[in-house]
């Protein structure tokens, strides 16, 4: 169970904490114009048992999470490990690509 997100002020950038989670409001505003996808859906992603989990290789600790979203969309949720929350960075619907990876369970 969630708890109600609030808004956060850090280094005049508002922040969204939401439970173990976290993202910039603007951002998030963004990104749902531009993909479609608000922040709060694309937490479900990582609800869903069968989520893949892929590090972007950089070395920068960004990740992608690929999983079905309580819409039945499935996402690609690029985020960054921040202590004991995510950040959310950005959210938009899964690639043609993703979506086979999501099926096989594993990076090809």
């Given at each position: 169970m969630r708890v109600n997100a609030f808004r956060?002020?850090?280094?005049d950038v508002p922040t969204v904490v939401e439970s173990d989670f976290e993202w910039d409001a603007?951002?998030?505003d963004a990104n749902e114009a531009?993909?479609?996808?608000?922040?709060?859906?694309?937490?479900?992603?990582?609800d869903d048992p069968s989520a893949v989990v892929i590090?972007?290789?950089?070395?920068?600790?960004?990740?992608?999470?690929?999983g079905h979203s309580s819409r039945g969309r499935l996402l690609?949720?690029?985020?960054?490990?921040r202590g004991e929350r995510v950040r959310i960075?950005?959210?938009?619907?899964?690639?043609r690509h993703e979506l086979r990876i999501y099926t096989e369970g594993q990076p090809t």
């Amino acid at each position: 169970m969630r708890v109600n997100a609030f808004r956060l002020m850090l280094w005049d950038v508002p922040t969204v904490v939401e439970s173990d989670f976290e993202w910039d409001a603007d951002k998030a505003d963004a990104n749902e114009a531009k993909h479609g996808v608000a922040f709060d859906e694309a937490l479900d992603v990582f609800d869903d048992p069968s989520a893949v989990v892929i590090d972007d290789g950089s070395g920068s600790g960004v990740l992608l999470a690929i999983g079905h979203s309580s819409r039945g969309r499935l996402l690609a949720v690029v985020h960054i490990e921040r202590g004991e929350r995510v950040r959310i960075v950005s959210a938009r619907p899964a690639t043609r690509h993703e979506l086979r990876i999501y099926t096989e369970g594993q990076p090809t």
